[in-house]
């Protein structure tokens, strides 16, 4: 099974769950797309309000009409997210239908866990256990939202204990001076496992928190049985997860209407 194949399941699993767990949130399964409607829209998310493709053998112009029909029902902007590599006919029929594409990020596979840095002076590093420690988990990305002036409570679409409990998500949170700084979730899926949610607040940047989330979400997967990994960077994020093996193997590009 290649990078590509991988990534595709674990990133479909994980949004039916992210999706399970908010209330008001739709989830649609028509010409080989899972598509989300979001309870709290946010636009540039692998997973709010979101169109994936998960059967490669429905016409690609029936995918796209697919997600323009859900997309008006649900009175929402979805976001079509496609291969470069592997969905060259979606992003074609995606064009010609006016679609405009948008963000182009990262994928990237690893086939062994890393290293988990040793936490620096003053860090200390949590797996979520319980309420407490999600409410940690949830609150660094709360903070990144207030900052740029969006909802904060757009994080319990996978920030809720429900979400941060189940037993095939591995997620941590990185204290520093005793405050919650960096946060980040591994979903282990069979034996696949995908990196998501990753975030640092912006105070307690370049001290390697987001590399040490990111580490022991992904050896806790691999310690559960996973035997491999993938995520989808930004640009910011793709060089700290090069240095920590992970390496290119296509790019994902968004299409809007």
């Known amino acids: 099974m290649t990078f590509l194949d991988q990534s595709d399941r674990t ?64 009175r ?36 062994s866990a890393p290293a988990v840095p040793s936490p620096a002076f003053g860090v200390e590093l949590a797996e979520v256990r319980d309420a407490e420690e999600a409410d940690s988990f949830a609150d660094v990305h709360r903070a990144l939202r207030i900052e740029a002036e969006q909802d904060p409570e757009t994080v319990l679409h996978f920030a809720s204990a429900t979400v941060l409990l189940d037993p095939r998500v591995h997620a941590f949170v990185a204290y520093w001076e005793r405050e919650p700084a960096a946060a980040a979730l591994a979903f282990r899926h069979e ?14 940047r370049n001290r390697g928190l987001g590399a040490l989330v990111s580490a022991a979400a992904i050896d806790g997967a691999f310690r559960a049985g996973a035997k491999s990994a993938t995520l989808t960077a ?24």
Request: net charge negative; aromatic share 10%; no cysteine.
């Open 11 to 74: 990133t479909l699993a994980a949004a039916r769950l992210f999706a399970e767990h908010e209330d008001g949130t739709v989830v649609g399964e028509d010409a080989g797309m899972l598509m989300v409607a979001s309870a709290r829209p946010f636009l540039r998310s692998l997973f709010y309000s979101s169109a994936r493709r998960f059967d490669r053998g429905v016409p690609a112009e029936k995918s796209v009409e697919a997600v323009r029909s859900f997309g008006e029902e649900h």
């Open 76 to 111: 929402q902007q979805l976001n079509l997210w496609a291969s470069v590599d592997g969905d060259t006919d979606l992003i074609a029929a995606a064009e010609a239908a006016g679609m405009t594409r948008g963000i182009e990020l990262e994928d990237m596979g690893i086939a």
């Open 191 to 204: 034996d696949s496992a995908g990196l998501f949610w990753v975030a640092t607040k912006t105070s307690a």
């Open 234 to 257: 930004t640009a910011l994020g793709a060089p700290v997860y090069r240095r920590l093996g992970f390496e290119r193997f296509s790019g994902r590009a968004r299409y809007t209407f």
